[in-house]
């Protein structure tokens, strides 16, 4: 007799064992011999050597199966515990396209051709620059891309980071704690983890740092080994904040850099660090860069029709603009201290 400890990884242990442990009483009576002991994220297994690994295989198959489809049931765990070994891989493996098996269900995976680039660029080089504009999954392919390699064991960890700039508005004073007045700015990664893993998986992450959220400021100083590390926004990001990021590469690490030069919103004369690393950077080996455009939207259709329309808006039009408005002003300033219009 021998035993051996399977560690419940990526979902959640109250929906693999059942509610009152009906799914764990199931495939005990596929497997009368084997012996279980259910302890929250670990079960102990024990038996004879060649059925005891027999059975880690195909049970580690139906925690497969209910991470990337969302749900287990008795006929589910009868075809993958009895059925062949060859055909239930085939089939829990099947789309080789599919980076991540999110929530309920959800099949996250690389949609155009652009995207598809990404994850093939990331594959061949440690460093990736994705720029393009809104709406065209910059964010969302790194960070399917960093959940597919954190449960590969590809890396330790997944760092998250963004410049804290307000997009044109003047936020004031946030209460509560860092975490409280820095979240507001981090909702869109939150938002891909949340479609993409577990919610007490999620939330077990982020407590104990194997996934890390935080602004660019805090960075600084640190080395970054066996890390996915994504800085999103990366147009706010000034040049020093941009080569200060850029040097925290440690050992085995990816970085991927997502921007959209469109929209920057830092203060007015304060250049952008991300046209400086494109103008710098494009001729060393080991970093790939992938430029988006609107044919990689994937929200509504009227977003690329508004990208098209910013794009096709020339600057002397812009500028015809604004010297209208300039004199509309001159001409309401005139009007409000001329006495004889009062």
Known sequence: M?????????????????????????????FPKIRMIARGNFLKVIGENEELDFFVRRF??????????GNI????????????????????????????????????????????????????????FAVGPAGTGKTYTAVALAVRALKNKEVKRIILTRPAVEAGENLGFLPGDMKEKLDPYMQPLYDALRDMLPT????????????????????????????????????????????????????????????????????YKQPSGLFQALDLLTSINGIGFVMLDEKDVVRHKLVTKIILAYQNYSEP????????????????????TNPDTQ
């Open 2 to 30: 021998s035993e051996q400890i399977i560690q419940i990884e990526n979902v959640n242990p109250i929906d693999l064992y059942g509610a009152a442990d009906i799914h764990l009483n199931h495939v005990q009576k596929i």
């Open 73 to 128: 049931s008795d006929k589910i765990i009868d075809q993958i515990m009895i059925g062949d070994d060859n055909e239930e891989t085939s089939r829990i493996f099947g789309d080789k396209e599919v980076l991540v098996h999110g929530r309920g269900g959800l099949l996250v995976k690389a949609i155009t051709a652009n995207q598809k680039r990404i994850v093939s660029g990331i594959s061949s080089n440690d460093m990736l």
């Open 200 to 267: 007490q998986k999620l939330l077990s992450y982020l407590e104990d740092g194997t996934i890390e959220i935080a602004p660019l400021a805090f960075m600084r100083g640190r080395t970054l080994d066996h890390a996915f590390v994504i800085l999103d926004e990366a147009q706010n990001a000034t040049r020093s904040q941009l080569k200060m990021f850029l040097t925290r590469m440690g050992k085995s690490s990816k970085f991927i850099i997502t921007g959209d030069i469109t929209q920057i919103d830092l203060p």
């Open 60 to 69: 580690e198959l139906v925690m497969l199966h209910l991470e990337r489809f």
């Open 317 to 336: 039009n812009n500028a015809a603009l604004l010297s209208r408005t300039e004199k509309t002003n001159e001409s309401k300033d005139t009007a409000s």
